[in-house]
């Protein structure tokens, strides 16, 4: 056996004992240990309740004994992230998006969807045959489309020229090119068309998340109920069964006292279990005493951190793409050139997660919002999420600041 408090890597099969504080579940355990073995968590919990002569069978054991000042927390998951490290998902070029891959899985996100923005079939129809390959390799978990069935009135950084009512001619093509792959898809729900919109994703078992939308409040009250009834007649259940809501507050109208939009349609329902919130809390698209109001308003069990990132995340200001869009990024703010609008962010999964922190949420109900609910959205919470026996080996080790020390994703320490 070999003991440091660095991560050792290895070619040859073997067994990795990790030791820290645990947070995972809503739960932080001090004094804990994680086992992993064939990529699998074998134990999770207190480090004296381990028994390791129960394991056996593996060349070699790499223990890594960690501080006490570091946590052990899940693999991140992001369910809407375009990109990051100069690699562009929307833009559909294979060696782009493995760039972009790379740096996210070497982040600490290592699970996520690759998100497209609106854009010309053809293209759209490209990103997801490449989006399918490299689900096919475990590369990525999915596919989410933003668009094109969005509002023009709350376009954002979406390229308005390629903006469609609802297709259900075209969404067909696109459910049947994605091939069980595509989990998520915007839309707004006033469009013409959108409740038959609606009712073809859930038939497919493809999550309704209401987003980029100028609708009020009653709108968006019915479609996300209509979208939570077709997911459980599609037989999902528990969080797997509710609509998510795109990046709450951004790419929609304000809420004001005579005319509250979509935003308190999506907070009541979020706080009823009946919808989840995307928050992109990066401390950019979102005040921190919005993104603190908003945990204590629906709690953490009804939210989503997201990144939204695009290709400048983890590198410097510049001029970068979002798919067919130019983007300068100035101070960490990415903007259109065309316009000016937000256009995406530049934070990785595990900077939105210390952003949370400092607004004011608990760490424990940060990471779960980042792991734990983002992984049942999936459908995926038997497979990833958390800290848990039988669960896949992803798992970060951050310090006290919250900064990346290492990552383990199926098993294997990220170089």
């Not at 094109?148 to 297709?167: I, K, T, V, W």
Request: proline share 5%.
């Amino acid at each position: 056996m070999t003991a440091t408090d660095q991560p050792t890597f290895s070619s040859a099969p073997v067994r990795h004992l990790i030791t820290g504080t645990i947070v995972t579940d809503a739960t932080v355990i001090e004094d804990g240990l994680v086992a992993v073995e064939d990529g699998r968590i074998v134990f999770s919990g207190v480090a004296a309740e381990f028994d390791e002569g129960s394991f056996e069978g593996f060349e070699e054991t790499l223990r890594t004994d960690l501080p006490s000042e570091r946590y052990l927390v899940p693999g991140f998951v992001d369910v809407h992230c375009h990109g990051g490290n100069g690699g562009d998902f929307p833009g559909a070029e294979e060696a782009s998006a493995r760039k972009a891959i790379d740096f996210l899985h070497r982040s600490g996100t290592t699970t996520f969807l690759a998100s497209m923005v609106t854009a010309p079939r053809e293209d759209l129809l490209r990103g997801i045959e490449l989006f399918v390959r490299l689900a096919d390799e475990g590369l990525v978990a999915g596919i989410h489309l933003e668009g094109p069935f969005l509002s023009h009135a709350r376009c954002g950084a979406q390229n308005p020229a390629y903006l469609l009512e609802p297709d259900l001619g075209l969404l067909n093509e696109l459910v049947e090119a994605a091939a069980g792959k595509l989990a998520t898809m915007t839309y707004a729900p006033e469009l013409p068309g959108a409740a038959e919109l609606v009712d073809l994703m859930t038939f497919h078992g493809v999550t309704p998340s209401l987003g980029h939308t100028d609708c009020d409040d009653a709108t968006a009250a019915a479609s996300l109920a209509a979208a939570r009834e077709g997911l459980e007649s599609a037989g999902f259940d528990g969080v797997s069964s509710l609509p998510t809501v795109t990046h709450l507050f951004n790419g929609m109208p304000p809420m004001h006292h005579r005319t509250p939009g979509p935003v308190s349609a999506c907070l009541r329902t979020a706080q009823e279990g009946k919808a989840v919130l995307e928050l992109i809390a990066d401390g950019t698209h979102l005040d921190p005493s919005m993104v603190a109001t908003v945990f204590q308003l629906v709690g953490a069990s009804n939210i989503v951190l997201v990144t939204d990132s695009m290709a400048a995340a983890g590198l410097s200001d510049g001029n970068y793409m979002l798919g067919p869009s130019p983007v300068t990024v100035t101070n960490g703010v990415a903007t259109l050139d065309s316009t000016g609008s937000i256009a995406g962010g530049t934070a990785t999964m595990l900077d939105v997660v210390r952003h949370t922190v400092r607004a004011g949420v608990g760490l424990a109900d940060a990471v779960s919002s980042a792991t734990a609910v983002p992984a049942a959205v999936l459908g995926l919470s038997d497979e990833l999420g958390g800290l848990r026996r039988g669960l896949r080996g992803d798992l970060v080790v951050v310090d006290k600041e919250l900064q990346l020390a290492a990552v383990l994703r199926n098993g294997d320490w990220i170089a």
